[in-house]
C-alpha cells in the first residue's frame, strides 16, 4: 500500500545578516526530519521517501516555511496505522529552537492484503478514522462539492500517472 502524507514546517523568518541568530530555519528542520524520516526505512518492510521539498524564497533570509512530500510503501494495514503513530511521534519534536512540525495524510492506496473482505473492511475503518472520504460516501453524495471545500481535494485520484512500467505491469 501507498500512504502520501506533507509534513509542514514552520520557524521564525529573518535577514540572513542581520537576524541569523534571531531567527528558526524552517528548512534546518526539515534536514533534520527528512533523515530521520528516512532512516525509518526497512529492507523487505516500510519504506519512506521524502521526494518533494519546499521551502525559502530567496537566498539572504532565514526561511519560516517548509514542506516536504513524503511517499510511504506498506504491506499490511497494521503498517498503515504504524505509520500514524511514527509520523505524529516526529512532529512533536524538534531540532532546531523555534520551530514546529505537522503532518497530514494527503492519499493512500491500500495494501494489497490476501482477503478481498478484510481489504474493504480496513480501507472504510482507515477512511473514517483519518477523516478521508471513503468511495462509497462519494458515490453517496453524488458530487464532490456537496462534501469537499472548493470541488477538491488533495488527491489527484490517479494511481499510475507517478509511476514506472514496472510498477503498474
Known amino acids: 500500500g501507498i500512504v502520501k502524507m506533507k509534513m509542514e514546517i514552520s520557524g521564525v523568518a529573518g535577514h540572513a545578516?542581520?537576524?541569523?541568530?534571531?531567527?528558526?530555519?524552517?528548512?534546518?528542520?526539515?534536514?533534520?526530519?527528512?533523515?530521520?524520516?528516512?532512516?525509518?526505512?526497512?529492507?523487505?518492510?516500510?519504506?519512506?521517501?521524502?521526494?518533494?521539498?519546499?521551502?525559502?524564497?530567496?537566498?539572504?533570509?532565514?526561511?519560516?516555511?517548509?514542506?516536504?512530500?513524503?511517499?510511504?510503501?506498506?504491506?499490511?494495514?497494521?503498517?498503515?496505522?504504524?505509520?500514524?503513530?511514527?509520523?505524529?511521534?516526529?512532529?512533536?519534536?524538534?531540532?532546531?529552537?523555534?520551530?514546529?512540525?505537522?503532518?497530514?495524510?494527503?492519499?493512500?492506496?491500500?495494501?494489497?492484503?490476501?482477503?478481498?473482505e478484510r481489504l474493504l473492511e480496513e480501507s472504510h475503518k482507515y477512511v473514517s478514522r483519518h477523516g478521508m472520504y471513503s468511495q462509497k460516501r462519494l458515490s453517496e453524495a453524488g458530487n464532490l462539492d456537496s462534501i469537499l471545500p472548493y470541488g477538491s481535494s488533495d488527491n489527484d485520484g490517479s494511481f499510475s500517472s507517478a509511476h514506472a512500467m514496472g510498477e503498474i505491469f
Open 17 to 116: 545578516g542581520n537576524a541569523y541568530f534571531d531567527s528558526a530555519s524552517a528548512i534546518k528542520e526539515a534536514a533534520h526530519a527528512i533523515i530521520e524520516i528516512e532512516s525509518m526505512s526497512k529492507q523487505g518492510g516500510m519504506t519512506f521517501n521524502c521526494g518533494v521539498i519546499r521551502g525559502g524564497t530567496v537566498p539572504n533570509t532565514i526561511p519560516d516555511k517548509c514542506e516536504v512530500e513524503i511517499d510511504i510503501r506498506v504491506m499490511t494495514f497494521d503498517d498503515m496505522d504504524r505509520v500514524q503513530t511514527l509520523m505524529a511521534d516526529l512532529c512533536k519534536k524538534t531540532v532546531v529552537p523555534n520551530t514546529k512540525r505537522s503532518v497530514r495524510v494527503i492519499s493512500f492506496s491500500p495494501p494489497m492484503e490476501e482477503k478481498a
